[in-house]
């Protein structure tokens, strides 16, 4: 089970802070993935993280503005700074088994309830 917080109304310009809390992985190594829905567009990949938490990757418009970051093995973390009106919508985390983390939605069989983050003035 993956649960999202930290989603809000923010200024542009703004951050927030995004937490991903997992359960249910006892023992078994995951990868994690931030998603965004924005209104009228499909769900695409914002930033993963593999499963030690030294890799990351990152989608163009959000790299030096966004950091993901686990704390131990279970809370994932999206720091946003910068914010920007773009970057509303829902935010969702999803999990995978194994070591890597990729951009692709398939590859993730957990999913969270999603976040609502709305950048406006």
């Known amino acids: 089970q993956l649960v999202e917080s930290g989603g809000g109304l923010v200024q542009p310009g703004g951050s927030l802070k995004l937490s991903c809390t997992a359960s249910?992985?006892?023992?078994?190594?995951?990868?994690v993935g931030w998603f965004r829905q924005s209104p009228g567009k499909e769900r695409g990949p914002i930033a993963c993280?593999?499963?030690?938490?030294?890799?990351r990757d990152y989608i163009d418009s959000v790299k030096g503005r966004f950091t993901v970051f686990r704390d131990g093995k279970d809370t994932i973390y999206l720091q946003m700074n910068s914010l920007k009106p773009e970057d509303t919508g829902v935010y969702y985390c999803?999990?995978?088994?194994?070591?890597?983390?990729?951009?692709?939605?398939?590859?993730?069989?957990?999913w969270g309830q999603g976040t609502q983050v709305t950048v406006s003035s």
């Open positions: 993280i593999n499963s030690v938490g030294d890799g």
């Open positions: 999803a999990a995978r088994r194994g070591s890597s983390c990729y951009s692709a939605r398939s590859y993730y069989n957990w």
């Open positions: 249910g992985f006892t023992g078994d190594e995951f990868a």
